[in-house]
């Protein structure tokens, strides 16, 4: 990483952060719930975070963990293809990421909830 180098949160990405977030999930409206104001166990979390072109649907910066959920379009080739390079950029930062599909959350908050404490903790 160059240091002086501005990678988080671009201004040339700040109206499309801006629509993703008013666009939001029913999964995302619900994740963001449980992390925002720091509600899960005192930790920060963002959301629609930007590093370089990537958008992050949620950012823990001092653990610097990313969180992203997976809609059905996320298993199709293109996609994955996608997702890979991103988490390989990302990883290359010392950025974590990890992923939780729509209806785990959905139907299991509490299980994603603790994982994404375990990943904090480990």
């Not at 999930?25 to 370089?52: C, I, M, N, P």
Request: negative net charge.
């Amino acid at each position: 990483m160059k240091f002086g180098t501005q990678l988080h949160n671009l201004s040339e990405m700040k109206e499309y952060r801006r629509e993703l977030r008013n666009e939001a999930t029913s999964a995302e409206k619900l994740l963001w719930d449980e992390l925002k104001g720091k509600k899960l166990k005192g930790y920060k979390f963002r959301r629609q975070h930007s590093v370089g072109n990537y958008i992050l649907d949620f950012y823990c910066p001092a653990h610097m963990l990313a969180i992203e959920l997976d809609g059905l379009h996320h298993l199709e080739e293109e996609e994955m293809i996608y997702d890979d390079a991103r988490t390989r950029y990302l990883n290359e930062l010392s950025i974590k990421v990890i992923r939780f599909k729509n209806p785990d959350v959905e139907n299991n908050i509490n299980w994603v909830l603790e994982e994404i404490v375990k990943e904090i903790n480990t």
